[in-house]
């Protein structure tokens, strides 16, 4: 099983190099997803090497958690998490989208071990989340079904359905991990079609919910372990992020969730995260 | 010729009146996987009595998931539930399911290559009085293009029950199609089943009927009228849609210059769609007619109506085969 690190200056180096592995990736696979992966950093350093347990060595160690992304376009933050974690070797993340590769574009389980799912078209991935915790709590299984997804894919409606089942079974061991980053392809979620009051709706429909700041490690495995002690309800944390989270030309812009930086912006991202992980040393 | 004995079909094929729904034959051989295997799931979408899954579900309640109505979750939640090492059977009308849940069906299910069977009752014309939204006619040509599925139409109760149980043995995912409307049980336990292997049910020397799903008995019928007026129609129970019986199409494309296909589908990427693909890559000298819906949305009345309207009965059949014989030279 893996070494869960509890320190949160360790955990934040994490992070960093989880964004400068993505930086690289996106640079070498020229398409991808930039500004969700990014800011998606700090929650993906504290799911592998925290809040998960699981086995890098034995992917399909029967009794692991799973994660399953539901938003497969920001499948660089997971493939950067996971061999970080020795699920692979490092160097097969510049193979990114490219022939070959076992990192497809969006994830697949029958090309990369340790893969959940297969997450694309937005709104499947709870679905799939909700038949395996179903499936974990009918046999009294102390795994548990975590859910990565995005807010804009709450325009779908397969996923309040999902949200609906969730409560009708009571599946208090399933964890619903949102990145309220607000941006969706077209522009802000709220301008597209607006999702607040998002903590209030996921109240209505049975769920407990934790809120945090989706760049407050700390508070996070908090709220991951509050999640657990919760009996009768699932439960959501809405993660509250800055897209693209530590490199300034692309915080909060929807125009980097879709397009990957040019040689140059790379450079300066990585030089700007070089100069974040000296002042995290420094702490 | 009738080949009765060789294919344990009843005795009394032609004049038997003991006719069951083909859904009954799925709902009796999901019972029984279900005892044999204990990771067998079923899920379904606000349809348990009318799929035949309630038997199940009053056997097995805790490996029982009723959806509500809601057929996209639905293909999610069975894909999850195969995730986790389970045979998860997913059962509901054809016109929502495949019909609304296509791309949840060629994502959390083909592409991830998860061990989930889909069940569609209330296919066809058959469905009758509920009229043409109901009537599922594109179902087959939607999941035809799918990497991984298999496809089987069942002609009867027993095939249906024997078709449940070779998916439940066969790894990954496939689709199992039935119908409301009863059809004689003609048949038996030890008819042969093979997924992908057709069944020749009645030899003929100036045409081959490939039928699947109730046009197979009807098929059968037309046959036996056709015979009476000096035409003998071999009749081909093609009960895999995919993977095609491609050596039984081209064994029978070189015995005969006419084949003829038939099924409660649209003529467009069904059985007929499937066998002219074989055809067409192959220098045989036969051609193919295609029978079925040709491209219309049909309407409300009592399926046996509707089957005569649409040319779909044996009458029909007989109609239809000797207007293809025209074309031969």
Known sequence: MHKKITNIKQLKLIANTIRQ??????????????????????????????????????????????????????????????????YFPKEELMTLRKL?????????????????????????????????????????????????????????????????LANKYKLNNLTAIIDRNSIQMDGMTEDILPLEPFAEKYRAFGWRVIEVDGHNIAKFIEACEEAKAVYERPTVIIAHTIPGKGIPYMEYLSEWHGKTPSKEQADEAITLLEEERKRIEEE | MLKTKEMYLIEDLLTSKNAVSLRDGFGKGLLEVGQENHNVW????????????????????????????????????AAGIALCGKIAFMSAF????????????????????????????????????????????????????????????????????????????????AY???SREKVI??????????????????????????????????????????????????????????????????EWAKKTKLLISVEEHQIYGGLGGAIAEVLSEEQTG????????????????????????????????????????????
Not at chain 1, 38 to 67: C, E, Q, T
Not at chain 2, 228 to 241: M, R, S
């Open chain 2, 94 to 173: 054809a016109a929502f399911s495949p019909g609304r849940n296509w791309d949840q069906i060629r994502v959390s299910i083909c592409y991830t290559n998860a061990n989930v069977k889909i069940h569609a009752s209330h296919n066809g014309i058959s469905v009758g009085q509920d009229g043409a939204t109901h009537q599922a006619l594109e179902d087959i040509a939607m999941l035809r293009a799918l990497p991984n599925m298999i496809i089987i139409v069942p002609c009867d109760v027993e095939e249906a029950r024997k078709a449940v149980k070779a998916i439940t043995n066969r790894f990954g995912p």
């Open chain 2, 42 to 77: 079923v899920v379904t979408a606000d349809v348990q009595e009318s799929t035949r899954v309630n038997w199940f579900a009053e056997k097995f309640p805790q490996r029982f998931v009723q959806i509500g109505i809601a057929e996209q979750n639905m293909a999610g939640v």
């Open chain 2, 176 to 178: 199992i199609r039935t």
């Open chain 1, 100 to 164: 070959g590769s076992r990192l497809q574009g969006h994830p697949h389980p029958g090309s990369l071990p340790g893969i959940e799912n297969s997450g694309g078209p937005l709104g499947q991935g709870l679905s799939q989340a909700v038949g395996m915790a179903i499936v974990a709590k009918a046999e009294r299984k102390r795994w548990r079904v975590y859910c990565a997804m995005s807010d804009g894919e709450h325009d779908e409606g397969q996923t309040w359905e999902a949200i609906m």
């Open chain 2, 185 to 250: 049980t003609f048949t038996t336990e030890k008819t042969p089943f093979e997924i992908g292997k057709a069944n020749v049910y009645r030899e003929g020397k100036d045409a081959a009927i490939f039928a699947c799903g109730l046009e197979v008995y009807e098929s059968l019928k037309a046959a036996e009228q056709l015979s009476k007026e000096g035409i003998e129609c071999a009749v081909i129970d093609c009960h895999t849609i995919k993977p095609i019986d491609h050596d039984c199409i081209l």
């Open chain 1, 21 to 86: 592995d993505v930086i690289r990736m996106l640079l070498e696979a020229k398409s991808g997803h930039s500004a969700g992966s990014i800011g998606l950093a700090d929650i993906f350093s504290a799911l592998y090497f925290n809040v998960l347990y699981h086995d890098p060595k034995n992917p399909s160690w029967p009794d692991r958690d799973r994660l399953l992304l539901s938003n497969g376009h920001v499948a660089p933050v997971l493939y950067a998490a996971m061999a970080n974690a020795d």
């Open chain 2, 286 to 329: 036969a051609i193919l007619k295609r029978h079925g819906i040709h491209d219309t949305f049909c309407e409300s009345g009592d399926a046996k109506d509707l089957m005569r309207k649409y040319k779909l009965d044996a009458n029909g059949i007989v109609e239809f085969v000797k207007e293809a014989l025209k074309s031969i030279p």
